[in-house]
């Protein structure tokens, strides 16, 4: 369903995610474990509201044709988020918009939220482990969703005719479980594309929860349409612990 956490036809939006927090960028408190931030605390997510698909797509189009000038600058750029298991939309949109501040992108950020089951609260957080298996499930089911909306990104069919001399770059991040949503997608669109052909500027796949037997087929996937591919990884991750206990085996973010 729209915006929820049930299988539904892939649907466009814009929500707004308004950071009035007292902190710097990147910054933790000292000594102090990190707070979950959640949409009723740290952040306000609001104006969420349907676009059309081309309203959608034209919309990415212009942000990365617009005119910003001379110099280095990330205005033009548009980054993909993909989330992993056990989020809800809102908290999604709440650690896209941190990872956006705290890295002082100033581009276009699109999430693709897929239905996850998690909640907003630690609770719903600790509730929804045991939704792993459900969680999985529904990734698998939203790899074609995935799939038309990074073909219709990397195509740029809606190039505005005011657009600038030099268009912006486009990267890709997934976690955890978004990460084998992702590897999935590029598989699929591999045949699709030249095989020099790179529609990104970089993927990076963070605690990525891929079968550490898929590792293979997760480089062949994401360094073909990337100019840079990074890979972070943390022994510690719950929810790589959870994929643990799940399959018996360690998830290529582990490794």
Not at 152 to 181: N, T, Y
């Amino acid at each position: 369903t729209r915006f929820g956490s049930e299988i539904g036809p892939l649907s466009y939006g814009t929500a707004l995610v308004d950071i009035s927090v007292s902190k710097t960028h990147g910054e933790r408190p000292a000594s102090q474990e990190p707070v979950r931030p959640t949409p009723q605390e740290s952040f306000k997510v609001s104006n969420i509201a349907s676009l059309s698909e081309d309203d959608f797509f034209r919309a990415i189009s212009n942000a990365l044709w617009q005119d910003v000038g001379a110099g280095p600058t990330t205005k033009d750029d548009v980054v993909i988020f993909i989330h992993g298991y056990n989020n809800s939309f809102r908290f999604s949109c709440v650690r896209f918009a941190q990872l956006v501040y705290d890295t002082r992108f100033e581009g276009k950020p699109v999430l693709f939220s897929w239905p996850s089951n998690g909640g907003d609260s630690l609770m719903d957080e600790i509730a929804g482990i045991a939704s792993y298996g459900s969680d999985r499930t529904d990734a698998k089911a939203s790899v074609n969703s995935l799939v038309h909306v990074l073909r219709e990104v990397a195509a740029d069919r809606r190039k505005p005719e005011d657009a600038a001399a030099k268009r912006g770059d486009i990267h890709v991040v997934a976690h955890s479980m978004g990460c084998q949503l992702l590897v999935d997608a590029l598989d699929k669109l591999r045949t699709e594309w030249p095989a020099d052909s790179r529609p990104f500027k970089s993927i990076i796949l963070a605690a990525p929860d891929v079968d550490s037997n898929d590792l293979t087929r997760m480089v062949q996937c994401v360094r073909t349409p990337a100019e840079r591919v990074t890979l972070y990884y943390c022994e510690e991750d719950r929810a790589l612990w959870a994929s643990s206990q799940y399959h018996a085996r360690q998830p290529g973010g582990m490794l």
